[in-house]
């Protein structure tokens, strides 16, 4: 077998960008594109400090998160290892991006050129490739000279002409390539000689790039400092340090919204109307909300017009696709249930929502590149704010529509419970982000945690207890609703758009150079710098 790897060796890189410049000229890149790019990492307090330049860009991973979340399946892996997007069936969803640990992927919607306008430069005029817009791209290895290089006899990582541009074009010989399955070859002999790192082993992507740090006989001498030294990545956006993330917007935030609001609203109509409550209009409002969540991140998507049918192509791993396709029974069997108005095919409408509600707590746990999102503890969250959006929408109409007063009771009773199971969740939920997300992240969910937790959770689990005493109040009923709705929508939208900053990177160790080695460190996780 055959493995692509590359390995970069920190004691040697200087910085100098070479590799940036070289990929963006043999790739014909958009200007705020850098499938290679460089960090600059500063370590230790002054005035013993120093600077480590670290390579990055896709890792290609052997156990790739983009491939398993991709619903059309146009991400995809070789037999070499290596990880592809095929650009003609890709939806720019961008679910890839967000699954990215190594802020490896990109979606660019338009043309854009080094120079501004319609002003190309004679390599992107040769090199730029229509079919990337408005789906994602990221580094390929330069998966075209390897494959020129193997149909001719050439020896990828040795021979210039089969190797990857940014590996050609290093003048301080830092970047290495090869076959890492082969014993013999160049990147196999570097692995075996010295000692090295992966980024973000801890999540088990199984990269494909590895980090030289210093020789297997340096590695013993290493800085006998227990904590890692303050560690900050130089730049703003591309530096070392988490950033709040720009694929998934307000209209991703919204297709949550409407999406756990209207399978919420489907399964408290279901339960109720098994207690004798009419079905009624509830079927279509839930759908309608549903609806709207979807129609948002359709406009979000790169490429719409492939989506409806695309999306459905890789049920095996990504929820996204598992969430369409539930989404396709749901419909035909809210529209029905509406129409025959029948209990029992409510319930069976329920169930469906419960499984589409499930799945989009799903779709946030399986995008590894944002802590804020993959963390279990999140799903429970999803789950009750979901279930318990939908009944706020019920306590808010229920009035309006006439609903008989012997189901708002019990209607009450269940919110109740619903927030208290809320309640716990969330106060678990924040928990473990303070100790498992960068600082900016638990920032944001302290900004949110006032109006979430003691005015969507406290505040309205007690107008709850005065309604089951006093139960001749509509007013308060409709208030309920209103308060637990908002603060659920509040609570979705800056999880999306305000709380979800990347992974970042992690300077596992400094590199030996002259001084020893010491520890790294992971910039922007615990105390703010």
Known sequence: MTKWTMVADLRRCVGCQTCTA????ANATSPAVQWRRVLDFETGNFPNVGRTFVPVGCM?????????????TATGQRADGLVTIDYDICIGCAYCAVACPYQARYKVDEPLFAYGGDRQMQNEMVREDPARLGVAQKCTFCSDKIDFGIANALTPGVDSEAT????????ADALHFGDGDDPNSNVSQLLVENATFRMHEELETDANFHYIWATKAQEGLAATDDAPQPSRGIGGVGAAAPWLQQHWDWRAAGN???GGTGSGLMIAGAALSLQGAPVGNWPLIALGFVSLGLFLVFLETGRPLRAPINVFLNPQTSWMTREAMIGAILFPLGLITYFLGSADLFALAGLAGAVYLYCQARILTEAKGIPAWRHSANVPVMLSTGLAEGLAVYLIAGPLLEQPETTLQPAIAAMLVLLALRTIAWNRYVGAMAVDAPAATSEALDAVHGPFHYGGNLFAMALCGIML???????????????????????KYSLITQAAFNQGFHLVRTPEKGGGTGPGGKPGWGSPD
């Open 22 to 25: 070289a990929c963006k000229h």
């Open 164 to 171: 990857p541009a940014c590996v050609n074009s290093c003048i």
């Open 256 to 258: 949550f919204i409407g």
């Open 469 to 491: 005493i006093w139960s001749d109040l509509d007013g308060p009923t409709m208030a309920i609703g209103v308060i637990v709705l908002v603060s659920g929508w509040v609570y």
């Open 60 to 72: 290609h991973c052997s156990d790739p998160p983009c491939m398993h979340v991709c619903p059309s």
